[in-house]
């Protein structure tokens, strides 16, 4: 089902009614499908700041631009695109020049943009953008009533999220720690006079403070940082942590460029930097170095020192390196040998971690499991609102809350779940 130029009200309505009556993850391919009558396009993205597990997707057909986009990239139109203003025009997207439509709504509290890949430059005329920013809206609107009301699968993500901004705080707080660490470094340096204490200490803080900021903007924008971007990043956290010591940091980043989720490389700069203030406490280290390496499905992130070898898993403890990992579904490996040096492995799955499944039907309240109850019976409306004493309106109602929340299309889908899990 799809809409056309200038779509009537009443096809139109029913064409929303059919997108946003799919499970999550189908909406946007679903509403791409419906607008490429209107506004042909090669693909369409997504920034949606309600879902903060996954706040970037893209759909098109495969080995097509949407597989060239990113996060990064939509950025720039979500600042400038006003809501309720669709704008057309050439935007760089996908690593290339590409005319697009632009739509943002503020149907969620921090704003949400649909951007349309146009397969042809012409103007779309403005009654369809119009109807393109309702159904955009209407969508959004929905998310946000998904997101207040907990459905399953939505709240388990909004766990998830609620574990990642814990993580962004947390790696803020190392960020502070480290910053402390060398500047308590300097002061207890003997090999500089006040004059170059103090300039070293001036210089560590200044840094620590733009990195604190820049930290709390990535915070904000929850995209994605390119790999080698993000070990610089780290790179530079870590060297004032040496460089008043006899200690020789080596750094091996990544040679992908790939991009990484927000959630990864927060994790793995936050890891590093409390295995490095963990072996800079040893004694009878000199060099140590630390390594990204990427493949195809994880992030290895590994710190290898040529101390006493008596770290373990219990030295880390108090920097919660491991509750940091779990959330990700990473693992921590320790390989300490006495008197050779040791080697701390983080491993982070780069694919979104798994969720435990939720009961299907926890989202329903108690008039709705009774109406569920009575479809996976076979009962029709009418026997339905005279078992229950109410209106055959009512039940209509109560069914179609009963199919967007279970994420079915029908009441057949609706019973076979009932029976399955009954």
């Not at 799809?2 to 993850?25: K, N, S």
């Not at 990064?72 to 006003?82: D, K, N, Q, R, Y």
């Not at 994880?298 to 990992?325: F, K, N």
Request: negative net charge.
């Amino acid at each position: 089902m799809e809409l056309t130029g200038t779509a009537p009200a009443a096809p139109a309505l029913a064409v929303a009614y059919d997108v946003i009556r799919q499970p999550l993850g189908e909406i946007l391919p679903r509403l791409s499908t419906a607008l490429d009558g209107l506004v042909p396009h090669l693909a369409a993205a997504e920034l949606s700041t309600h879902c903060a597990h996954s706040p970037f997707k893209a759909y098109g057909d495969r080995g097509s631009v949407a597989g060239r986009i990113t996060a990064a990239e939509m950025h720039p139109l979500a600042a400038s695109v006003p809501a309720g203003q669709p704008w057309q025009g050439t935007a760089r997207i996908g690593g290339a020049e590409y005319p697009v439509l632009a739509v943002a709504s503020d149907a969620t509290p921090r704003g949400a943009l649909l951007v349309l890949i146009r397969s042809e430059d012409s103007t779309v005329p403005a009654p369809d953008t119009a109807v393109v920013q309702a159904m955009w809206d209407l969508v959004t609107s929905h998310f946000d009533r998904l997101a207040a009301e907990a459905v399953p699968g939505s709240l388990a993500r909004s766990r998830a999220s609620a574990g990642e901004r814990a993580r962004v705080i947390a790696e803020l707080s190392e960020a502070h720690a480290t910053a402390l660490s060398g500047l308590l470094g300097v002061l207890r340096s003997r090999s500089l006079d006040d004059a170059a204490a103090r300039a070293g200490a001036v210089e560590l803080a200044v840094t620590a403070l733009v990195e604190l900021r820049a930290e709390t903007e990535r915070d904000r924008a929850i995209a994605e940082e390119p790999a080698v971007q993000a070990f610089a990043q780290l790179a530079n956290s870590l060297r004032p942590l040496v460089r008043y010591s006899p200690v020789r940091l080596e750094l091996g980043g990544p040679e992908s460029s790939r991009p990484l989720a927000a959630d990864v490389a927060h994790a793995a700069r936050a890891v590093v930097r409390a295995v490095l203030l963990t072996v800079l406490e040893q004694e009878g280290v000199d060099r140590i170095h630390v390594g990204w390496h990427l493949t195809e499905s994880e992030l290895r992130a590994t710190v290898r020192d040529d101390g006493p070898g008596d770290i373990s898993r219990c030295t880390l403890a108090p920097h919660r390196v491991r509750e940091r990992l779990d959330v990700l579904g990473g693992r921590l490996d320790v390989d300490a040998v006495p008197g050779w040096g040791t080697t701390v492995t983080a491993t982070i799955p780069l694919g979104t971690p798994e969720i435990a499944p939720a009961d299907p039907l926890g989202s329903l309240g108690a008039r709705e499991l009774e109406v569920l109850t009575h479809l996976a019976r076979g009962h029709r409306n009418r026997m339905i609102a005279q078992e229950l004493h109410i209106s055959e309106s009512t039940v209509k109602f109560h069914v179609a809350n009963i199919l967007t929340k279970l994420g079915v299309a029908s009441r057949g889908e609706a019973s076979a779940l009932f029976h399955a899990v009954a």
